[in-house]
């Protein structure tokens, strides 16, 4: 079946820098779109970042400038640089796959900035 596994996330300070994973398996990745979506505690699932099969990106307004998505279609793994991080960045984050045969999660890492 189709698999998307995330890894990168933790505790990180204002201001520091994270790297997101999201290994992809059993999907055309190279024809996917992929991105990656948050929810916090009490909040909706919100996008923050896309790419396409054609690495156009797309940010969500609040990450524009801070975070960067791409993709390695040889490794089957989209990224999320996530840098000078805010409290607010707090969230579960997934990666998410839009794909010719449909759309999958992973099953999300948890990312948490404090101090």
């Known amino acids: 079946q189709v698999q998307l596994v995330e890894s990168g996330g933790g505790l990180v300070q204002p201001g520091g820098s994270l790297r997101l994973s999201c290994a992809a398996s059993?999907?055309?990745?190279?024809?996917?779109?992929m991105g990656w979506y948050r929810q916090a505690p009490g909040k909706q699932r919100e996008l923050v970042a896309h790419?396409?099969?054609?690495?156009?990106?797309h940010y969500a307004d609040s990450v524009q400038g801070r975070f960067t998505i791409s993709r390695d279609n040889r490794k089957n793994t989209v990224y999320l640089q996530m840098n000078s991080l805010k409290p607010e960045d707090t969230a579960v984050y997934y990666c998410n796959a839009l794909t010719p045969g449909g759309g999958y999660w992973g099953q999300g890492t948890q990312v948490t900035v404090s101090s």
């Open positions: 790419i396409t099969s054609t690495s156009s990106t």
């Open positions: 059993r999907i055309i990745f190279s024809r996917s779109v």
